[in-house]
């Protein structure tokens, strides 16, 4: 069974009795939500989906206001940073008790033993991180989704896994719990060995290829700007993950190639690509994500625009 909830698309609007959960709530401004951001493509010095308000905490642009995510819910009651995660933590709250209900009713059955539980999303949703207020970029604020896999007494409980793992992985774990070959080339991984032991050895990157609206066929050559970007104004880029360090390469020619140590810069605001200390790291990533791009049949791999050259800054 797939179950989707909407509570937190847009327009974020809360149950009413979810109305006055978290009163006062505030949330800290993130570090680079004005430009400039230093070491990112030129395409994130033009993000700013915030304005500093009157009282200094930040509010949201009126460009950034539309009727397709209901923001007349909001402006009726401030539009703040913090006001703005007030409302969407509250709407969180209806998918709390609806997935609450779910699994009573499978442990009521006695099916919740004989049931892989998945609990994900389609991607994050930055609030302030980076400028944004939308997803699509390729940082963790923007895309990195919940991932919670269960299955009491057959997987290990209140574990955690590190390693980066992709939604394309999900498809083949599924026909391997259910016994089942796969029907056809998949290029996600089974991930088996990861749920019977979170520290077990894994050998694969996680890749994420953005190629905004476009799919098939179409994305077999990059196009040159302005085709290659989404009307949020994100270009087509590669994200690849491995281990603690994430390689982004942006698709448009000449800019800089991204290079964040998620471990110690978790809200990605250092660029480490131009520091020479991380040269080899950032080859060997560009090596793995031109791989990953072949080892998946994506033909784009052969017309990849040229990223800018590795400079050394002190």
């Not at 599924?174 to 080339?185: I, N, R, Y």
């Not at 978790?266 to 690509?273: G, I, M, S, Y």
């Amino acid at each position: 069974m797939w179950l989707c909830y909407g509570g937190v698309h847009a327009p974020y609007t809360p149950a009413e009795r979810h109305w006055q959960d978290y009163p006062g709530a505030t949330v800290a401004t993130p570090a680079d939500i004005y430009p400039p951001r230093l070491g990112k493509p030129a395409y994130m010095q033009k993000i700013a989906a915030w304005d500093t308000g009157p009282m200094g905490e930040p509010v949201l642009s009126n460009k950034a206001i539309g009727s397709e995510v209901g923001d007349d819910f909001a402006r009726d009651r401030g539009r703040t940073l913090s006001v703005w995660s007030r409302q969407y933590h509250q709407a969180v709250r209806a998918l709390d008790e609806g997935i609450g209900q779910v699994l009573a009713a499978l442990e009521e059955s006695g099916q919740l033993s004989n049931t892989l539980v998945v609990l994900t999303a389609d991607q994050g949703y930055a609030w302030g991180q980076h400028g944004f207020r939308a997803k699509l970029a390729p940082y963790d604020a923007n895309i990195r989704s919940p991932l919670i896999i269960s299955m009491p007494g057959t997987l290990p409980e209140g574990k955690v896994c590190r390693t980066p793992v992709g939604g394309a992985d999900l498809p083949p774990t599924f026909f391997h719990f259910a016994g089942l070959k796969l029907p056809w080339a998949m290029h996600g991984h089974d991930l088996t060995p990861l749920l019977q032991n979170p520290e077990a050895p894994w050998p694969h990157t996680t890749m994420l290829p953005f190629t905004a609206d476009k799919f098939g066929a179409d994305c077999d050559t990059v196009p040159a700007p302005p085709g290659n970007r989404h009307k949020s104004g994100v270009p087509w880029y590669v994200l690849l993950v491995e281990g603690r360090h994430k390689y982004i390469r942006t698709l448009e020619a000449n800019e800089p190639e991204e290079l964040y140590d998620l471990l110690t810069d978790p809200d990605e605001l250092t660029n480490l690509a131009r520091d020479p200390r991380h040269a080899a790291t950032v080859k060997k990533l560009r090596v793995a994500a031109l791989a990953e791009l072949k080892r998946t049949g994506a033909k784009m791999a052969d017309s990849l625009p040229p990223f800018a050259e590795l400079v050394n800054v002190p």
